[in-house]
């Protein structure tokens, strides 16, 4: 029998990755390399899940990345986004797959370019300029992400529901995680942004009062839990829901307030004891940035 339409979970899900974008950023020849003194206008750009209807709406779920263009450079460099994203998604890389009891991951993340076309993105945001210089050492720098950060991991672990006021034991890596950091990076490179507009990104962030331990997966009773919480939590997604708490509830009563969190650039899971509301229902918050008070 075909399972019912995805809740609120895979909703946000969906949201923390893109499509398959048109080039596949492997070496630092796949970006351009402009004069120096090129202008170079930066952008930082979300859209809302079309696909999800008035879900992505209620959810506020947003894809984000980051775009370029230069109009004193425009032969030299392409109107272009950059944004990265998961190539088995979600299953693979947000849920397991299963072969015959065994967790199968496929967490590869890349960072893919495609042409600029504003009328795509729902929100677009001119962070400011920066020079050709600077916008070179950025792409110098897309490459050591993408290095650094080889698998996806959508899950963070929080000591509270607002990012001002959380102890963070666990951070994210997906498509926001991304555009944040380049941000971050070409402020850092000598980028003068000045924008004070505030701006959001997802979070997913489960909840506990204490840092999570890792799981001993050569014990049986241990990896018996781990296996059991990735049946629940991946039965509970392809169950409709109409809001999310509902769903958290249900997934902390099947699992008695225990989740496990794998990380799969270290291979481990981690062992979260979860505390009420189990997860923030706060999922589209305002980003740290150096430049802002």
């Known amino acids: 029998m075909a399972r019912p339409r995805c809740n609120p979970l895979l909703a946000l899900l969906v949201a923390t990755s893109a499509a398959a974008a048109e080039k596949i950023i492997r070496t630092r020849s796949d970006l351009p390399t402009v004069p120096g003194y090129c202008t170079v206008q930066t952008y930082y750009v979300e859209h809302l899940l079309h696909a999800l209807g008035t879900a992505a709406e209620l959810l506020q779920a947003y894809h984000s990345a980051v775009a370029f263009e230069s109009t004193d450079c425009s032969t030299q460099m392409p109107r272009m986004v950059l944004e990265w994203y998961a190539l088995d998604f979600p299953y693979g890389a947000i849920l397991p797959n299963f072969a015959n009891s065994t967790l199968v991951w496929n967490n590869t993340a ?3 370019m495609v042409p ?56 994210d890596t997906i498509c926001d995680t991304f555009s944040q950091e380049s941000l971050v990076e070409m402020w850092r490179l ?16 489960f909840l506990t009062d204490a840092p999570p331990h890792v799981v001993d997966m050569a014990n049986a009773s241990e990896a018996a839990a781990v296996a059991a919480y990735w049946v629940a939590l991946s039965d509970l997604a392809h169950v409709h829901y109409t809001n999310l708490s509902r769903f958290v509830d249900d997934l902390a009563a099947l699992t008695s307030g225990n989740a496990y969190v794998y990380s799969a650039v270290r291979r481990e899971y981690l062992h979260v004891k979860l505390r009420r509301p189990y997860l923030s229902p706060h999922v589209y918050q305002k980003m740290e940035l150096p430049w802002q008070a």
């Not at 992400?145 to 102890?167: C, H, I, K, Q």
């Not at 507009?197 to 962030?205: A, G, I, K, S």
Request: charged content about 15%; glycine content about 6%.
């Open 190 to 205: 000598g980028a003068r942004f000045m924008t004070q507009e505030p701006l959001q990104r997802d979070y997913v962030p």
């Open 116 to 171: 600029l076309n504003m009328s795509h993105w729902t929100k677009v945001h001119h962070i400011g300029n920066v020079s050709g210089t600077v916008f070179n050492a950025y792409c110098d720098w897309v490459l050591r992400f993408s290095m650094a950060n080889p698998a996806y991991e959508l899950w963070d672990v929080w000591s509270a529901t607002t990012l001002g006021d959380a102890r963070r034991f666990v951070n």
């Open 110 to 112: 890349v960072v893919g």
